[in-house]
Nanobody
């Protein structure tokens, strides 16, 4: 079992930056970790993932703007730059998933989410 807690969300103007953090109750350094988001009326979608060996994957909509990285053995951050109104969503951290081909399949462990609102 592992508990995940997201933090760092908030209100930011278009073009601004935020850094989200996913803190785990135990080490996730050798675990696949994904950041997802869900906007009202939309399905939850994968934003970025990092594999156990450090390979990263991004949704096309965030490539070049978002960066996922391991901050510590217990934390994975998501640096978000050049934010757009369409990035507005609740962002969730996930671990315990697996990578197959070019696809990350989420695991059973989710955080409670953190709200990101991009608006002027």
């Amino acid at each position: 079992q592992v508990q995940l807690v997201e933090s760092g969300g908030g209100l930011v103007q278009p073009g601004g930056s935020l850094r989200l953090s996913c803190a785990a109750s135990r080490t996730i350094f050798y675990k696949n970790v994904g950041w997802y988001r869900q906007a009202p009326g939309n399905e939850r979608e994968l934003v970025a993932a990092i594999t156990a060996v450090g390979v990263t994957k991004y949704a096309d909509s965030v490539k070049g703007r978002f960066t996922i990285f391991r901050k510590t053995t217990n934390a994975v951050d998501l640096q978000m730059n050049s934010l757009k109104p369409e990035d507005t969503a609740v962002y969730y951290c996930n671990t315990g998933g697996r990578y197959s081909g070019d696809t990350y399949y989420p695991g059973d462990y989710w955080g409670q989410g953190t709200q990101v609102t991009v608006s002027s």
